[in-house]
């Protein structure tokens, strides 16, 4: 039988690289199979789907999270930009009947929404995109790792309210999934799904001048390893082989980008994917905490090996697709670029090993498996 569903994301419907994006896959595959589906979002970026969105759209957010990255680092953006979304939400679901509504999936942790839904018996669940803030507080107090300026706080009383209210929770990794036990909530029901990807069938990795072009790709901040990543590259004293980092760089970094500054060290800001991995032969991503990080999915696409950590959430093997290390290592993660560095052979059946693998996740495939959990 078929479904109405309400879908709720604090993100830009259907816009490239957001948790918006995911949704509106979900959307499209849940309209194809015949099921009735609402949209609740910060914006819409979709002429498919009418969605409801708030008047301010997507800049209050973009301006709460500019703040945090270039002026005030250790501001608590998050609480504020829940707390409007969460407002604006709870109003709309007074306004409809939500009593036709088979089952609400959110993608934000909006705990007065939530809270209404459920004393009124409705079916919530939830996609956790990434790993809970809990674990940060954890590396910091336990391993004396420190995830950025700001983030290793108490964890938000928002977060833990929602899990505790909802009735399933969507994560795509089995990181993920084990960060909820630095929660309060216990025995929730967890569902594993994948992201995805599309696909580059020609795409092949070549190594020119026997130069080996290693990259990063993301926001350069603590939270994504680049502090290890700086000070393993100075440590190799490669001498052909260069590092490309892409990405907006957090005002937290600055002082150790100075300190570790090298000629074979580019930084580039944001380029086209295609510009980015078409160059590249290794992708290195030392990451602190993810979800599953879309740009591992990108550059196995590519045909790229990675470098990565457990923490990446990643579709990566150790020893077949790439290398996991240890977080927060800098001889490790040293040893791994050295690895590849030394061999060419390696990198590049790696490489193609990484292409294979992907080629099983699919952005359609990630939209199936979600339906079929949001249409049980």
Known sequence: MNKKILLCVNSDFAKGNSIGFRFFHVAKKLKKQGNNVQVIARSNYSKDFLVITPWYTHY?????????IYILPWFDHRNIDVLVFDLFVLKQLKKIDINTIDTFFFGE????SISYLKKQGKEVILDLP????GYSKYLLEQKNIRVGIGVEKEVPAYLDKTLNLIDQVIVPSDFVKMTLT?????????????FGVYLQPNSKNIIKDDHVHFIFVGNVNMRKGVDTLLKAWKQCQFTNATLHIYGRIYKELKSIIEENKMDSIIFYGFASKEEIYKQANVLVFPTLLEGSAKVVYEAMSYSLPVITTNNA?????DKKEGLIIPIADVNKTADAMMYYYKSHNNLIK???????????????????SVVSILTK
């Open 313 to 317: 959430g990643s579709i990566i093997s």
């Open 109 to 112: 942790f909006a705990a007065r």
């Open 130 to 133: 990434i790993g809970h803030s």
């Open 60 to 68: 209050f957010s973009r301006l709460l999270n500019a703040l945090r």
């Open 350 to 368: 790696d490489g193609e090993l990484a292409k294979q693998k992907v080629s099983n996740y699919t952005w359609d495939k990630y939209a199936q």
């Open 182 to 194: 630095h929660s309060s909530v216990k025995n929730i029901k967890t569902s594993i799904v994948p």
